[in-house]
């Protein structure tokens, strides 16, 4: 017969915590190469930001310019200002000369071209603050330390933010564009109220489970921290 003896091996309670957590780190960080293509592209999402006032100036100066290709004459960049209006009241402006020239003559104005400008900023600045929030975060992803993670989350949570002002406020854009164009079109001025509920409520579900996820890993990374100076 064989007789097992138990055998108690003593251990430092205080060192085999300290290993512990010596053997699990707190942070989160990526590889070298995939944190050179995040400072990457948070670099191109902050370059596409600063030209976003570009865009804002361009929309008073030349409204509803863009390239026209085709003919066999390649690409020209043409204005038309007529391209901002909805299909069918463009088409009305298109189909009467004098309608037309009517509508030429009042985006011409000087106080027409800023009032463009100003409500292009209603829909561009939630955008730029969107592109500026994306790119900061991903730099912050790929830069050097342990808590990369935590300190993009914030600026993850910012874009997401900007994502629902940016889609609450395509319609309050809208809506302004076509009444402050209607005193140039044959009916005259009216207040307009454009608003599609399919693509607003798409957007902000989007924005709001983007928002949701973010939230959910900040609220992850705080528990482990919590538990990190517990053990």
Request: charged share 15%; with cysteine; aromatic share 8%.
């Amino acid at each position: 017969m064989t007789l097992l003896k138990a055998m108690h091996t003593p251990y430092d309670d205080d060192k085999f915590s300290s290993n512990r957590k010596s053997s699990m780190p707190y942070g989160y960080f990526l590889p070298p190469r995939k944190a050179r293509l995040c400072r990457l592209a948070g670099v191109l999402f902050l370059l596409s930001a600063a030209v976003m006032p570009v865009v804002i100036a361009a929309a008073g100066l030349t409204p509803g310019a863009g390239p026209i290709c085709g003919g066999g004459y390649g690409c020209v960049w043409n204005a038309r200002a007529a391209t901002l209006l909805p299909e069918e009241s463009r088409m009305l402006i298109e189909m009467s000369p004098p309608a037309r020239a009517q509508f030429d003559a009042h985006v011409a104005r000087t106080d027409v071209r800023i009032g463009l400008t100003a409500i292009a900023a209603i829909d561009l600045l939630p955008f730029m603050a969107l592109l500026s929030s994306v790119g900061v975060a991903l730099r912050r992803l790929g830069g050097s330390g342990a808590d990369t993670l935590e300190r993009a989350l914030p600026w993850l949570r910012r874009a997401s933010l900007a994502a629902i002002v940016w889609t609450l406020a395509g319609p309050v854009h809208q809506s302004a564009l076509e009444t402050w164009l209607s005193p140039g079109m044959p009916s005259g001025f009216q207040i307009i109220t454009t608003i599609l509920l399919a693509p607003i409520a798409g957007g902000l579900l989007l924005a709001f489970a983007a928002y949701a996820a973010i939230w959910a890993v900040e609220a992850a990374l705080k528990a482990r921290r919590d538990l990190d100076r517990f053990v």
